[in-house]
């Protein structure tokens, strides 16, 4: 396969990081990745295989990749995938984690090791975290000023100060979550932790449709107890009511546009209406 590639980095003699815009059409690469990264897919799909973890990038998700991770990437797709690639500074990241910390001291817990922070390789959507929240609004309009002739006058420092403040926030709530997981060692946490998402990114994906116990641990490669155990511990529910919660909330979002209650419980995924309605009145 003939690798065709075009990249353009717009930051690349920027201290705190690196912005890069591509357009590909093949590609096949494996790498120890040289320093934190997040991959974003603006249209097609990337596929990355980050430490033996498979994960196929596309517009509504990103992926954040620590530095000395095993990463593979391999693109096909004769239209051209576009994407992003952005490169913010470990010095950075860790020049905030330490100001952080000053404040965070409980939730250190090994996040620093020889003063490095560890990102945890996350596959996330734009909604979930603050890191996706910050992308979402400023990603666009870093590449809009590029089309436009002006990213020399865009606050490129900005932009990176304000991604690594999310990054690390962000790790240090998961590192908040990942305390609560019965394990002493940090990876078999972050494993735990890999794998119950997997779960949960399943009931988002398929809230509307009949969801058993058997479909979830299937998902997260676990037994029943410990899928159980390790979800609670890190959601602060279980698995039937962090189900239960989502279709209760598409049910309000549903009922406030008019739709009828008929209409909603067959669109959430209810049984009947009158289980849909003592289930709002009761969270009400």
């Known amino acids: ?13 920027n201290p705190l990081g690196d912005f890069v815009i591509s357009s590909v059409s093949h590609l096949e690469v494996r790498t120890e990745t040289p320093r ?33 991770c095993d990463l593979g990437l391999t693109i ?9 690639c952005i490169f913010p500074s470990a010095e950075l990241i860790n020049d905030v984690a330490r100001t952080r910390l000053l404040h965070e ?16 390789e996350q596959f996330c959507h734009y909604h979930q975290n603050q890191t996706g929240v910050f992308l979402n609004d400023n ?4 590449i809009n000023a590029v089309h ?25 709530k998961l590192e908040g979550k990942m305390k609560n997981l019965d394990s002493a060692r940090r990876v078999t946490r972050e494993e735990l932790y890999r794998r119950v ?12 449709e009949k969801i058993n ?44 546009k008019d739709f009828s209650m008929a209409e909603v419980n067959h669109m959430v995924g209810f049984s009947d209406v009158k289980n849909l309605r003592r289930a709002l009145k009761k969270a009400s």
């Open 105 to 120: 001291e409980a939730l250190l817990d090994n996040l620093m090791v020889k003063d490095q922070v560890r990102l945890t």
């Open 76 to 84: 096909d797709d004769h239209n051209g995938v576009h994407g992003v």
């Open 197 to 208: 998402s997997l779960a949960r990114d399943f009931i988002v994906a398929n809230y509307t």
């Open 139 to 142: 990603v666009n309009t870093v």
């Open 213 to 256: 116990l058997d479909d979830l641990v299937a998902n997260a490669c676990l037994s029943k107890y410990h899928f159980l155990r390790s979800f609670k511990s890190i959601y602060n529910k279980t698995p039937y009511k962090y189900l239960l919660d989502i279709r209760l909330e598409k049910a309000r979002e549903l009922l406030q």
């Open 36 to 68: 934190p990264s997040v991959k974003i897919v603006r249209s097609g799909t990337e596929r990355y295989k980050v430490n033996g973890h498979h994960y196929d990038v596309e517009g509504d998700r990103f992926l954040i990749v620590d530095k000395h």
């Open 1 to 13: 396969m003939k690798a065709s590639v075009e990249l353009k980095s717009i930051a690349e003699n």
């Open 148 to 172: 436009q002739g002006g990213e020399e006058t865009f606050d490129m420092d900005g932009f990176f100060v304000g991604l690594a403040e999310c990054l690390v926030n962000d790790q240090l």
